[in-house]
């Protein structure tokens, strides 16, 4: 007899949040999505629970539990936080590169450079999140990367802004190859240098697309 999959309500709940399925200021009725998810309101508080913690769902007295709309302002300083930290740790990403991540960093590498080539800003912008995700893995500075991946699952909502100003997807690709590049020839002071004008330019076209869409009414 087949056993019943028990459901990941924390992993359903997040997934639906990041693919906008729920959308910001949004409620989340702890009955509702029980019967959605087949569970129960008891787990689904301790799904929320967790949410919260990772900075998606806000819950108020008497408000209930929505879901978390970052401002254009916060956005900025999560940009900027995230850009500190992760130039932070590239010198152990350095530091920890074996013979099998350099392998692997090209590859990844590739995949942008391949997105590029057929016009796909969106899998540009996973593709460089894999490259860095990688490298985070690389460091082994657990703590960094529990945080930048705090960040990036707040940031989901408005990345996209970004990578669609012209030209972005593009500098993505090159910005990252030169950190890469830096990475895998062992060259500290070179990477960090690279992923701080990463970060720069991200910084900037994230500015660009929010005057751009504040002119546009």
């Known amino acids: 007899m ?23 200021n949004e409620r989340l ?25 990772d900075g998606l769902v806000v819950s108020e007295p008497f408000k209930g539990t929505h879901v978390r709309r970052i401002t254009e302002a916060e956005a900025i300083e999560i ?24 392998v692997t960093l090209k590859a990844l590498a590739q995949h942008m450079r391949v997105a590029l080539s057929h016009d796909d800003a ?34 989901v ?20 190859e030169a950190v890469v590049d830096a990475v895998v020839a062992g060259s500290t002071d070179a990477a960090v240098s690279a992923i701080r004008k990463y970060h720069e330019s991200s910084i900037t076209a994230l500015k660009k697309a929010i005057a751009n869409r504040s002119a546009s009414g």
């Open 2 to 24: 087949a056993t019943k999959k028990t459901p990941d309500e924390y992993g359903l709940l997040k997934s639906m949040i990041l693919r906008g399925e729920v959308m910001p």
């Open 29 to 53: 009725v702890e009955a509702d999505y029980a019967l959605r998810l087949g569970t129960n309101r008891a787990n689904i508080r301790k799904a929320l629970a967790r949410l919260e913690q």
């Open 79 to 102: 940009f900027q936080v995230r850009g500190a930290l992760e130039a932070m740790m590239v010198p152990f990403t350095v530091e920890k590169m074996t013979a099998a991540h350099r």
């Open 122 to 155: 969106l899998a540009v912008g996973r593709a460089s999140r894999a490259v860095r995700e990688q490298m985070w893995q690389i460091s082994e500075h657990s703590t960094g990367t529990r945080v930048l991946s705090m960040l990036n699952s707040q940031l």
């Open 157 to 176: 909502r408005v990345w996209f802004q970004a990578i669609m100003m012209p030209g972005r997807a593009s500098s993505i690709v090159s910005e990252l």
